[in-house]
RNA sequence: GCCCGGAUGGCGGAAUUGGUAGACGCGCGGGACUUAAAAUCCCGUGUUCAGUAAUGAACGUGCCGGUUCGAUGCCGGCUCCGGGUACCA
């Protein structure tokens, strides 16, 4: 019987559907496990092969986990709401929705042919609106809730007004915008919507002024995290910082949460510090500079307090407040162009200019608290007016950037920290003994730091602060196809929708652009009114927001009263295994923990951390072929001989290549144009095709697509050959040349079943001692590369164990029952047909994983290496317990040993018994 | 610039704790079976040198240096590649 992949593949796909043997419930009796994959955006390119990557190596866990007795959670679903699909709508008229269904339509047909065990029955999809009922509910919660400091947690709006009614917000830490303080009686005498305005500041979910990266082509606003090196991550547009309304999310709030969590978690070091730097948090000092002459302060931050005796200059952003107060009439002129052309420049325009070195004189003085010297005050476009406070002060000494401007504009550089050579450059480092600075002299930087923050908190200058560098999120996008705000506007109040209101859907409208006035798309649905009357909230939110809880909602996908159950989060508590890629590192994966913390605020979840363990696969990279055309000709020349010619490089298609070797008649019919062309071949009589590996594309011709793999070698050589490629968590090229090599590996497995006439035929004798010993070890390995994820010396293993089992022509039914329940995570479909075959009941993944008997591996001799002087030179075979001392004796007593130390006296002779002997002579 | 990874045969990669470097696979070379091909099976395959040969020797994990009886792995200094991030005070 031949291994018919094609057939057996399909009919058990339909068996197990048919089965529903992926279909999970909560289940005490069982301990839990929930694998997830980052759901897709479902793109209409399709998949290529370098997607599922991710998908087989969670499912292969999933399928391990479920053999060792686990109940496991492993579904999918779908990020539909997004860019593209809206595009492709403005560009056509077709409704997103549309192109979003016939999307993921194509995406399940391609997933469901590599036999993943999701729980369908489970699948979400986030423009859902029973799906996204729970993201406009969540963002309620955001809006009812404030985050108190000192508990640092999400309470409850209502317990916030009522302390601003017994004692204002006087004793409030709140993490919230800057607003005044008041007492409760101004607060009890304010109007409504006064009050309304005042809670505004401190909603999680909150509606404020605030600079955004605007995106004039998109029509649309970006989170910092879309926006990469300036342009839009989507498109590559130009973006500008604009001020707008918008909605935001109070992010920053839940930093020092954000930050700490990190450690608990079981991520890679190189992913928790991207999350590290993006949080960025700074400790220092932030304190007043008096300004001479003048009533007014500066505030700035300054995570070096030690070096205030040698701040020769200020400098604020143009951005802000203070450039107006504080420059003076005759400065007024040259400030003011500083200020508008800072303004006019785009995040990528100031970012080329870096080195430039631009500033202008105030024409204000400020006095430092401590050397008590007038310093100037200047504004220029390298402080940042949305860090700290937007001011700075200047120690060129000990600051890179602030030597650069003083050399510029010859301003005085005192050093105050030994160490560096002022005269060439800045001396940054936080290391040396202070001098020229009063008290702090002699002191290491270490305690000057401390010294300094306690004198400033003595003198009322100011205080110890820590500061970060993440932003609060901004939530609102200006397009069509994303989830509705639950709010409506009345009289000029923001008015959210009632629980039993939503979902709020999003309304029909019949052209996908931004309006002529560049309001939102939403704008075109006129008739769309709260109570007939009352506007709409006309922006949707982001992409991130529909992904933040979808790992929540699968817990319990068709609740329509609750997010999650009580009972189903309890019992699948958190994600044990996230795989995706890296890109999501400081979007999604910051966004989903600060949801997640904040649902756990309110009681709602179990767990302060949504994803346990994460793992990031790697990119796959495309290796794309070559052909070179001698130029001005159509002739082609063979990689070897092209250097005596002048030639043009130019992709060929990778399908009609084997083994680099050019498929000269496929090549002809590919394109009209070389239907003529002609060849200079090398001694072989081939044309051999040069190769690169790079990002695979279309426009590159190296574009692998997994349905075709399927089609020639079946899914289970598919999935095999993806995890043999390399770690999971590496970039590595695909070459599909390779994959012979897994499909020959699966054929030989079909053949241990079968005797020399073709018919399915196992021994039931027992296994020999060998044949235990080589599936033991086999069952041994499996479980620990798997359970560390090297998954490519897992299929390596099952390769050494198929060779060995071969040659012994083993055909006993125990050992290769052992064989083909442990290589079912890898390949479920041939190990499904030789369950049956072999005539047990039941489905492959329920048998249980084998218990490894270490009994079988156990040895009577080893293999000592002996080795001079650290290389090895011979092997001996000694019985397990041999002495140190008798090892020793018979080492020496060899005669390769004799023969080598002819002539030479023995230094030292080192015996490790169990290891190895090494002899220095 | 800063932070985090990485570099091993012609190629993808293995070596789990400092103990036989190159598992497994591809490719390549040779052979068996076959009228032939495919499929399958067997042998060889890091480099260099010596030898008719069996075999033997030297070198070898990006580069330079160190620790150690012993280093792909540890330490110091570089080079190159990939990713992240940036006037963040």
Redesign the pocket.
């Known amino acids: 019987m031949e291994y018919n992949f094609k057939e057996l593949e399909q009919k058990h796909r339909e068996n197990w559907q048919k089965n529903n043997i992926y279909e999970v419930k909560e289940d005490k009796n069982k301990p839990k496990f929930y694998v997830l994959d980052m759901f897709p955006y479902p793109s209409g390119a399709g998949l290529h092969v370098g997607h599922p990557l991710g998908y087989i190596a969670s499912d292969i866990y999933s399928r391990y986990k479920r053999l060792k007795g686990y109940n496991v959670l492993h579904p999918m679903g779908f990020d539909a709401f997004g860019l593209p699909a809206e595009q492709y709508a403005v560009q056509t008229g077709q409704h997103p929705a549309i192109t979003a269904e016939i999307n993921i339509k194509r995406y399940k047909e391609q997933l469901s042919k590599i036999g993943f065990s999701y729980d369908w029955s489970r699948e979400v999809r986030t423009s859902d609106p029973n799906y996204y009922k729970w993201t406009q509910w969540t963002f309620l919660q955001m809006f009812h809730h404030w985050f108190n400091n000192k508990t640092q947690k999400a309470e409850s709006i209502e317990t916030l007004i009522s302390e601003f009614k017994k004692n204002g917000n006087t004793q409030v830490n709140a993490a919230c915008n800057d607003i005044p303080l008041f007492e409760a009686a101004v607060w009890n005498g304010m109007e409504d919507d006064e009050k309304d305005t005042i809670l505004m500041n401190y909603r999680i979910a909150y509606r404020a002024n605030t600079k955004v990266n605007w995106c004039p082509e998109l029509g649309t606003v970006l989170a ?2 879309e ?4 342009v839009s991550e989507r498109g590559g547009y130009t973006v500008i910082q604009k001020d707008m309304m918008q909605w935001q999310l109070r992010v920053t709030a839940y930093a020092k949460r954000l930050l700490t969590g990190l450690d608990t978690l079981d991520w ?4 928790k ?2 999350q ?3 949080i ?1 948090r ?1 400790e ?1 000092a932030e304190m007043f500079f008096e300004i001479k002459d003048e009533d007014d302060k500066i505030l ?6 030690d070096t205030i005796f040698g701040a020769t200059f200020m ?1 604020l ?1 143009p951005e802000s407040e203070l450039v107006d107060k504080l420059t003076k009439v005759e400065n007024t002129e040259e400030v003011d162009n500083y200020v508008k052309r800072a303004k006019n420049r785009t ?1 990528r325009e ?2 080329a ?6 500033g202008v004189f105030t024409g204000s003085y400020a006095v430092n608290p401590f050397t008590g010297k007038d310093i100037p005050i200047w504004v ?16 060129p000494a000990h ?4 030597y ?1 401007f003083a050399k510029q504009f010859n301003i005085e550089i005192i050093p105050v920290v030994e160490g560096g050579n002022i005269e060439k450059e800045s001396y940054d480092a936080k290391t040396g003994k202070m001098i020229n600075s009063d008290f702090l002299n002699g002191l290491d930087v270490k305690d000057a730091v401390i010294n300094m923050i306690k004198e400033i908190e003595t003198r009322h200058l100011g205080k110890r602060k820590v ?3 993440l932003r609060d999120a901004i939530f609102s996008r200006q397009r069509y196809w994303g989830e509705p705000f639950p709010i409506y506007y009345k009289d000029g109040k923001t008015i959210p929708l009632k629980e039993n209101e939503l979902p709020l859907t999003l309304p029909e409208i019949n052209d996908y652009k931004p309006t002529e006035t560049g309001e939102p798309p939403l704008k075109r649905a006129k008739e769309w009114l709260y109570d007939g009357k009352y506007k709409y909230e006309l922006s949707t939110m982001p992409g991130f927001a529909g992904s933040s809880a979808y790992y929540l909602r699968y817990m319990d996908p068709q609740n329509d009263k609750e997010l999650v159950s009580k009972e189903a989060n309890e019992y699948w508590q958190d994600v044990d295994l996230y795989i995706g890629g ?2 999501h ?2 979007g999604h994966l910051i966004y989903s923990r600060f949801w997640n913390k904040f649902l756990f605020d309110l009681g709602l979840i179990v767990k302060d951390e949504p994803f346990k363990k994460l793992v990031n696969q ?2 796959i990279q495309g290796r794309s072929n070559f052909v070179y055309r001698i130029k001005n000709s159509n002739k082609f020349v063979s990689y070897n001989l092209k250097q005596d010619f002048e030639v043009t490089e130019i992709h060929v298609d990778v399908n009609i290549v084997h ?3 050019l498929d000269i008649e496929a090549f002809k019919k590919w394109r009209s144009e070389y239907e003529d062309a002609e060849f200079i071949l090398e001694d ?1 009589g081939k044309y051999h095709c040069g190769y690169a ?1 790079e ?1 695979m594309s279309k426009s590159k011709y190296n574009v692998v697509n997994p349905d075709d793999i399927i089609e020639e070698y079946g899914a289970d050589t598919l999935r095999l050959y993806e995890m ?4 999971l ?5 695909w ?1 599909t ?9 699966l ?2 497995f079909w ?1 241990l079943f079968f005797n020399n006439d073709g018919n399915f035929n196992l021994s039931d004798e027992e296994p020999t001692k060998e044949e235990q010993k080589i599936i033991h070890t086999l069952i ?2 499996v479980g ?2 798997i359970e ?1 994820f ?1 998954f ?2 897992t ?6 164990c ?2 060995d089992l ?2 012994l022509k083993c055909r006993k039914r125990d050992v290769l029952k052992n064989f083909l329940i442990v290589l079912s995570p890898f390949a479920p479909h041939i190990s499904e047909e030789l369950w049956q075959l072999s005539g047990n009941s039941g489905f492959v993944i329920d048998s249980g994983f084998p218990k490894f008997n270490a009994a079988y591996l156990i040895e009577d001799t080893l ?3 002996v ?9 001996l075979e000694l019985p397990k317990d041999t002495e140190k001392a008798e090892i020793e004796k018979i080492v020496l007593s060899d005669e ?1 040993t004799k ?2 130390l002819e002539g030479k006296g023995i ?2 002779i ?1 015996v ?1 018994p169990g ?6 002579i």
């Open positions: 910092n995290d926006v990469k090196d300036g890679s070091d190189s992913l510090e991207m590290r730097n993006w960025g700074s220092g700035v931050f300054t995570t070096r307090p400098v952003a995040e100031r970012m200019d870096a080195e430039n070195i631009t220029a476009d390298y402080v940042l007016g949305g860090y700290g406070t937007g001011a700075i002060m200047a120690v600051d890179s950037r602030d650069a500061n970060y560098r890296t890109e590192a400081v790697g990119m083994n680099d070797i072989d590996v990002k043999f490629l390399g770690p968590e590496q970039s590595k090229p070459d040349n390779g994959i012979e090599g897994v499909y020959r590996f054929n030989k053949r041994k390995k620990e590369d560390r090297s490519n010396t299929v390596a293993a099952y390769m050494v198929a060779n071969a040659k293999k000592y290496p080795a001079f002087n650290g290389k090895t030179r011979f092997t390769r023969k080598r230094k030292k080192i490790v290891r190895m002997v090494n002899i220095v």
